[in-house]
């Protein structure tokens, strides 16, 4: 079993989730007393949440940058960074590391494709939804994204930071976001990504009508198939 470098603390909250997700699937495939080989280097969010604030990508950059460093040394074989938005820069951060980045587009845009879809819907923090990451990478596989509008953006992005991070979960927020869900929908999306990794701690799959794409669930089980990969 290779050892899973975990980046969290974006917030933590999410982190939590991701471990819990990572040792049930390992002892599911493997049985027993099986757990998952990881290492979690766990970051101050009130640094990352100001600089991206304020614009200071580099300087998030650097801290994500860092913290891979110190879990490659620690003896992390591959790194799974706990969050969409940084992934908007996971190319840069790959390029200065020594060991693989998992993509969290990655993992999403097979589960899209295994359900034969075409266009999806994109949820998260505005860094995420007003980044080209995902569309980037989802358009090479034939797969339109599509945004709410700005209001709707600034709103998500509001309970994301105001509410979500947290700890807080409240249930005129989980209505608003049904309702911007059933604005996609009628804009023309088959299916809906929660592309923040706090936003499936409001939302589940089985309060909507549409196909739902978790990605704290599909980036932790992607990252087990790669720590059991022989």
């Keep these: 079993m290779k050892t899973i470098g975990l980046v969290g603390g974006m917030s933590w909250e999410s982190t939590l989730s991701y471990y819990q ?12 007393y099986r757990s998952a080989k990881c290492l979690i280097y766990s970051v ?3 640094e990352i949440e100001y600089n991206q604030r304020v614009g200071n990508w580099n300087v998030v950059k650097n801290i994500i940058i860092n913290s891979i460093r110190s879990l490659e040394k620690a003896g992390a074989d591959f790194i799974v960074i706990c969050t969409n938005t940084i992934h ?3 190319d840069v951060i ?4 020594n060991i693989p980045i998992l993509h969290i587009a990655h993992a999403t845009g097979k589960a899209i494709k295994g359900k034969k879809i075409n266009t999806v819907g994109l949820l998260g923090t505005k860094y995420t939804m007003e980044s080209n990451f995902y569309k980037d990478y989802l358009e090479k596989l034939n797969i339109k994204v599509i945004i709410p509008k700005n209001s709707e ?12 991070c947290l700890g807080k979960i409240k249930e005129n927020s989980k209505k608003t976001i049904k309702d911007i869900i059933n604005n996609l929908t009628l804009r023309g999306a088959e299916g809906v990504i929660l592309g923040c990794t706090e936003l499936p701690l409001i939302i589940k799959g089985e309060e909507i009508k549409i196909s739902l794409f978790d990605t704290t669930y599909l980036h932790a089980t992607e990252a087990v198939e790669y720590a059991l990969k022989k």
């Excluded at 040792?23 to 049985?31: A, T």
């Excluded at 790959?94 to 590391?97: C, D, F, R």
């Design 88 to 90: 908007k820069y996971a």
């Design 94 to 97: 790959q390029s200065k590391v």
């Design 153 to 164: 953006r600034e709103t998500i992005n509001k309970i994301i930071f105001e509410e979500l």
């Design 21 to 32: 997700i990572i040792n049930k699937e390992v002892n599911k495939r493997l049985g027993g």
């Design 44 to 46: 101050d969010f009130a």
